[in-house]
């Protein structure tokens, strides 16, 4: 059961126009009249500012200092800018403490919530309690299989297997035939939704191999030491563009010929894809996550708009960068937003 959007106090009336430009991604988000919650300020989007506010926490799973969050959260930060939305944004990669940051944000009283479910059973309870405290809440990056079950409004992101299943098959175009596939978080669903992805079109051998991402040296250690250990392990496949760039490390340590693909992309990614380093990234557009679900909870808000119906996601990738076309994207992803 949804949330039903707030209702219109008598006689006002707010006019809402959206117009969500995004690089490389044209959702088509149509604003028409509207009406106002009890005690809203007049909205004008017009020059691109709102004076009216709302309090919106985003609260994901990333770990401090990752790449990948940060163009979330500054696509989250430019779409609060616009909206006129009050912004929070908190992160763990715990589940449990991840959970009590959506409860500290039930107690915070906001008028919306976004959430990451990397560890869909973690997070249930606590999105159980922001409904029934009448908050709407919607899913992205993580859970796309379990946002609808847990009540969710809206979904933005990728879908995993689909993304995983694709890189399988590019696999086999490239003539690989052992693909080692790193995961640096281990029970998080969209990593492992990724491999098994993958193993399900590849033609070839796939092997998971799990790392403690947290710890750089580790990753590179263990790595390292199973490139040395298989020499037949001719692709490397991580799930994330730092990731990427430390497989690059490994491989050369190892001397290994294992090729380098990757989930995920960053501005020094972009880099490595442009000299050959890493074959391929898969770009799901995380600035445009973090834009879509604080800006999709402003549009519940203001005109009762639900991207999907509320049945199905708006999925933001996967596109693939390559050699070929890196070009295209490397300066949004010198501006950090690809």
């Known amino acids: 059961m949804t949330t039903p959007p707030p209702q219109a106090s008598s006689g006002s009336a707010v006019s809402v126009r959206v117009a969500l430009a995004t690089a490389g991604v044209l959702l088509l988000l149509t604003g028409c009249s509207g009406s106002s919650a009890p005690g809203d300020a007049r909205l004008d989007t017009g020059a691109?500012?709102?004076?009216?506010s709302m309090k919106v926490a985003l609260i994901t799973h990333g770990g401090e200092g990752d790449a990948f969050w940060e163009l979330v959260r500054k696509g989250a930060q430019d779409a609060a800018a616009k909206d006129g939305v009050e912004l929070t944004y908190a992160n763990d990669s715990d589940p449990v403490r991840q959970a009590q940051l959506v409860r500290d944000a039930i107690e915070d009283r906001v008028d919306g919530i976004a959430v990451t479910l990397a560890k869909p059973n973690a997070m249930k309870a606590p999105v159980a309690e922001a409904r029934a405290a009448g908050i709407p809440v919607v899913g992205l990056n993580s859970g796309i299989d379990a946002w609808k079950a847990q009540g969710l409004l809206q979904y933005f992101g990728q879908d995993e297997s689909v993304a995983g299943a694709a890189v399988g098959d590019r696999l086999d175009g490239l003539k690989a035939k052992h693909a080692l596939c790193v995961i640096h978080e281990r029970g998080n669903v969209a990593l492992e939704a990724r491999c098994a992805g993958l193993k399900k079109t590849f033609g070839g051998e796939t092997e998971n191999l799990y790392v403690e991402g947290t710890d750089t040296k580790a990753v590179d250690a263990v790595l390292t030491a199973r490139l040395r250990q298989d020499p037949g392990i001719d692709e490397v496949v991580t799930m994330g563009a730092q990731f990427a760039l430390d497989a690059v490390?490994?491989?050369?340590?190892?001397?290994?010929?294992?090729?380098?693909?990757?989930?995920?992309?960053?501005?020094?990614?972009?880099?490595?894809?442009?000299?050959?380093?890493?074959?391929?990234?898969?770009?799901?557009?995380?600035?445009?996550?973090?834009?879509?679900?604080?800006?999709?909870l402003w549009l519940y808000r203001t005109n009762g708009n639900v991207s999907g119906g509320g049945v199905a996601p708006v999925l933001t990738g996967p596109a693939f960068v390559t050699r070929?076309?890196?070009?295209?994207?490397?300066?949004?992803?010198?501006?950090?937003?690809?």
């Open 249 to 296: 490390d490994s491989v050369k340590s190892a001397g290994s010929r294992a090729r380098v693909a990757t989930f995920d992309l960053s501005k020094e990614l972009t880099r490595a894809v442009q000299r050959g380093d890493v074959q391929f990234a898969v770009d799901q557009q995380p600035y445009l996550q973090g834009y879509l679900a604080v800006d999709s």
């Open 324 to 338: 070929s076309n890196v070009a295209a994207v490397a300066g949004f992803a010198a501006a950090g937003t690809r």
């Open 48 to 52: 691109g500012a709102a004076k009216a």
